[in-house]
């Protein structure tokens, strides 16, 4: 039997609603079988995202392979818990017993009364059966109960404190990591959750599975929060360098900077301390050509330091010209698809700006802007990473987001360019600062 201590270590994340169900297919009262999975992904995930929120089964959870420690963790990460009694599941009692521990809001349902636990029975429940005008009255009802759950006031258990308050310098190691957020571990036990927003003055870290592995050991500091919970944070000592950004560099402002490095989506140009500036690819002239290390005119376009990016525009006459370019005259597949769709060839690698993203059940796709087209690529869920495509589903993407892509196909006649999604090459510099 795996020991679980349920201690809270894992911070809430908004609009989480965890679904505690049975899983797969189950035999009813009446002998008939019902596919609860089908009931998660066609009934109740469309309510929940309807309602502004996003549905989270234990099976999608990402973190330690332990099937307890999983649950555990996205009934930790849960805003709201759903929890379906139906066939009287003993998981689905235990997972009730913890977010119950924790003081969790919960929306309850079962197909018959005498499914949910003796020991709690005449919780108000939502019933519901197969048939489908029940199934039409749940889910009505399931929908306003969410938006009324969500206006009580939430009295969770805390996560652990600190001995001692303030900020107290450790070096700790990561115990576990999702694209949201990594969980630490100090040498004297003590947890912390580091965030996106504290792991890179630069930027904010959009998957902290690219930033750190479990395993690795990090030098920062646990800071007390003011609810009394604990996070980590690397940039703790570190002057804050978007305090004063907006002063030194309004908007207008044109100064000389030299290039810190160039990528698919365009020039940086370091602007103070760690923080670079982004000049879009597709605002330089044809055939600009910039090196690292070069000195540039820039013009601020805009400064948004809650998403720390900083948008540039390179001053006229800036750069030189490169070639060749394509000729009129190109007979190949690939020369004809570049010479259509100017700056994507097949199989190029390029990055991706996030302008419309489309569920699956409603389509399964993202459209991203990249450089040297007017009309958007176009990435589907079946050539998404695992990771970006559970990200897809729980709304883990944002607009304005960067991806890393590859062109897999041209159609020059619909003039549409697939791409797939890949991993980031290099360090952190490949990435421009988005939240």
Known sequence: MHDIRLTRDEQTVPGNVLVITPM?????????????????????????????????????????????????????????????????????????????????????????????????????????????????????????????????????????????????????????????????????????????????????????????????????????????????????GQQNPWRRLEATHPVGHTFTGTVHSVRQAGVFVRISGPVNGLVPRSSLPAGTELAPGSQVEVTVLSVESRRRRVTLALAQGQGRPVGPFPSAGATSARETAEAASPGVALHERLEGEVVKI????????????????????????????????????HGGIELGEILDLEVSSIDLRQDKVCVRDVEAEGGPENLPQAA
């Open 24 to 236: 797969g297919k189950k035999t009813l009262r009446n002998d008939d079988e019902f596919d609860f999975d089908w009931h998660f992904q066609d009934v109740i995930s469309p309510v929940v995202t309807e309602a502004g929120m996003t549905p989270v089964r234990a099976d999608s959870v990402y973190g330690p392979a332990n099937v307890l420690d999983v649950v555990w963790r996205g009934i930790q990460q849960a805003e709201v818990c759903i929890v379906d009694f139906s066939c009287r599941t003993p998981n689905v009692a235990m997972e009730y017993m913890a977010a119950k521990l924790i003081g969790k809001r919960m929306i309850y349902l079962a197909q018959h009364a005498d499914d949910i636990p003796s020991d709690v029975r005449g919780l108000r429940h939502i019933p519901y059966t197969p048939l489908y005008a029940d199934m039409a009255r749940m889910r009505a009802e399931l929908r306003q109960q969410l938006e009324a759950v969500r206006l009580e006031p939430a009295q969770e258990m805390a996560l652990i404190p600190l001995a001692t308050g303030g900020v107290t310098p450790a070096r700790a190691q990561v115990v576990s990591v999702s694209a949201d957020f990594a969980v630490v571990r100090a040498a004297d036990g003590t947890l912390g959750v580091l965030s996106g927003e504290d792991s890179d003055w630069s930027r904010i870290v959009t998957d902290m599975t690219r930033f750190c592995t479990v395993g690795e050991w990090l030098d920062g500091a646990f800071e007390m929060l003011p609810a009394g919970g604990t996070k980590y944070t690397l940039l703790s």
């Open 358 to 393: 489309v569920p699956e059940g409603q389509g399964g796709y993202v459209l991203l802007r990249v450089p040297g087209r007017e009309r958007p690529v176009f990435l589907h869920c079946s050539a998404m990473s695992g990771q970006l495509r559970h990200d897809l589903n």
